[in-house]
């Protein structure tokens, strides 16, 4: 169970141990690529004091505890283009950090059809605790590198690595890469067009999801402060092995400095 410190005569709770890994993780923070790459749902992880969230481990390591493949995508992607990274290392069943907080997602209960025990009667202060050890380090970190390019007037494009599930609540999905975007458009728009020369797999814009009033990491990061911007949304059977990432990898990066040419 998470343990409870006190604090000036206020009880806080305390979820992640000294041990445990960070929440958040980062490559290459001072490359002056135009490109900073993140990844809200790396791992599929859970803090020892939340006890698995009364889910079995294979369970977690479905696509409902994380976006299977993204890291590794990602990774690739900071490589091939030297360029920063940011993630995120704890499941998006434990608080999701692209979820605003007022959203009813942020916490999950249910996630296809799958039940999650210890969201079912999260306090306040577990909620808080989740909020300030898990989704501020993460968000935080990428506030203070996108401060630190806009001091040095380093071009910024945000991209966020995603994945789904080739079959969500049933239904097939026909869709390969999802290109997202929700009121600036400028830099996913070129991206679209640039993949027609990079892909053969089936590309649609705002599909599986879109970018809106829900989404916390692309409005707060990049829309507020004008950066260009794309979310990308890759389906999970296609970048399962790492023969199959090295394949995506080179077609998003020839199509992420295509877009990039014809737009800054």
Same mark, same amino acid.
């Given at each position: 169970? !998470?343990?409870?410190?006190?604090?000036?005569?206020?009880?806080?709770?305390?979820?992640?141990?000294?041990?445990?890994?960070? /929440?958040?993780?980062?490559?290459?923070?001072?490359? &002056?690529?135009?490109?900073?790459?993140?990844?809200?749902?790396?791992?599929?992880?859970? /803090? !020892?004091?939340?006890?698995?969230?009364?889910?079995?481990?294979?369970?977690?390591?479905?696509?409902?505890?994380? &976006?299977?493949?993204?890291?590794?995508?990602?990774?690739?992607?900071? $490589?091939?283009?030297?360029?920063?990274?940011?993630?995120? $290392? *704890?499941?998006?069943?434990?608080?999701?950090? $692209?979820?605003?907080?007022?959203?009813?997602?942020?916490?999950?209960?249910?996630?296809?059809?799958?039940?999650?025990?210890?969201?079912?009667?999260?306090?306040?202060?577990?909620?808080?605790?989740?909020?300030?050890?898990? *989704?501020? /380090?993460?968000?935080?970190?990428?506030?203070?590198?996108?401060?630190?390019?806009?001091?040095?007037?380093?071009?910024?494009?945000?991209?966020?690595?995603?994945?789904?599930?080739?079959?969500?609540?049933?239904?097939?999905?026909?869709?390969?890469?999802?290109?997202?975007?929700?009121?600036?458009?400028?830099?996913?728009?070129?991206?679209? $067009?640039?993949?027609?020369?990079?892909?053969?797999?089936?590309?649609?814009?705002?599909?599986? *999801?879109?970018? &809106?009033?829900? &989404?916390?990491?692309? /409005?707060?990061?990049?829309?507020?402060?004008?950066?260009?911007?794309?979310?990308?949304?890759?389906?999970?059977?296609?970048?399962?092995?790492?023969?199959?990432?090295? +394949?995506?990898?080179?077609?998003?990066?020839?199509? +992420?400095?295509?877009?990039?040419?014809?737009?800054?």
């Amino acid at each position: 169970m !998470a343990h409870q410190i006190f604090k000036a005569e206020r009880i806080i709770l305390v979820i992640l141990s000294s041990s445990e890994k960070s /929440p958040v993780s980062t490559l290459r923070m001072d490359s &002056d690529s135009p490109y900073v790459f993140v990844c809200d749902h790396a791992g599929w992880q859970v /803090p !020892a004091s939340l006890e698995g969230l009364g889910l079995t481990k294979r369970d977690l390591k479905r696509h409902i505890g994380w &976006d299977i493949g993204a890291l590794a995508v990602a990774r690739k992607l900071s $490589n091939i283009l030297s360029a920063p990274l940011i993630w995120q $290392n *704890y499941s998006r069943l434990v608080i999701d950090c $692209n979820r605003v907080l007022d959203h009813p997602g942020l916490i999950a209960v249910e996630s296809d059809r799958t039940i999650i025990p210890g969201n079912m009667n999260v306090t306040k202060d577990g909620i808080r605790s989740r909020i300030r050890e898990v *989704y501020q /380090p993460y968000h935080g970190t990428i506030k203070k590198l996108l401060d630190a390019r806009k001091s040095r007037s380093t071009p910024t494009i945000l991209v966020s690595i995603h994945s789904f599930t080739p079959v969500f609540r049933g239904i097939k999905r026909a869709c390969e890469l999802g290109v997202l975007f929700g009121s600036d458009a400028r830099y996913a728009r070129t991206f679209l $067009n640039s993949t027609k020369a990079n892909f053969d797999f089936l590309v649609m814009a705002n599909e599986p *999801y879109r970018v &809106d009033e829900k &989404d916390c990491t692309i /409005p707060m990061h990049a829309i507020i402060r004008g950066n260009l911007n794309v979310l990308l949304e890759i389906r999970q059977d296609l970048i399962v092995s790492g023969a199959q990432q090295e +394949l995506w990898v080179s077609g998003l990066a020839g199509a +992420l400095e295509d877009a990039t040419s014809q737009i800054l």
